[in-house]
Nanobody
């Protein structure tokens, strides 16, 4: 059974940084495509960042170089480093294991202006 648990969300001022973490069990993140998605109130869930099994990455257009997705093979974790945060980044952020269509419970990110 695949389980994903996110952490690292919180309240931060505009321009600040956060690092989200996702610990995975039941899968090996280094050989699976993993992603971070977000959902703001009243909006659809959208892709923030994805890292493929080969290590290739892609990001939502709104990221504009501010975020970086990475993974730790030893810890079996996926990270999302978010810099230069904006109020419009406020959302619940979810970790995703693509092949298994598995989701974590989400972690709230709130960016104040």
């Amino acid at each position: 059974q695949v389980q994903l648990v996110e952490s690292g969300g919180g309240l931060v001022q505009a321009g600040g940084s956060l690092r989200l973490s996702c610990v995975a069990s039941g899968i090996i993140v280094s050989i699976n495509a993993m992603g971070w998605y977000r959902q703001a109130p009243g909006k659809q869930r959208e892709l923030v960042a994805r890292i493929g099994s080969s290590g290739s990455t892609n990001y939502g257009d709104f990221v504009q170089g501010r975020f970086t997705i990475s993974r730790d093979y030893a810890q079996n974790m996926v990270y999302l480093q978010m810099n230069s945060l904006k109020p419009e980044d406020t959302a619940v952020y979810y970790c995703n294991a693509e092949l298994y269509r598995a989701w974590g419970q989400g972690t709230q990110v709130t960016v104040s202006s």
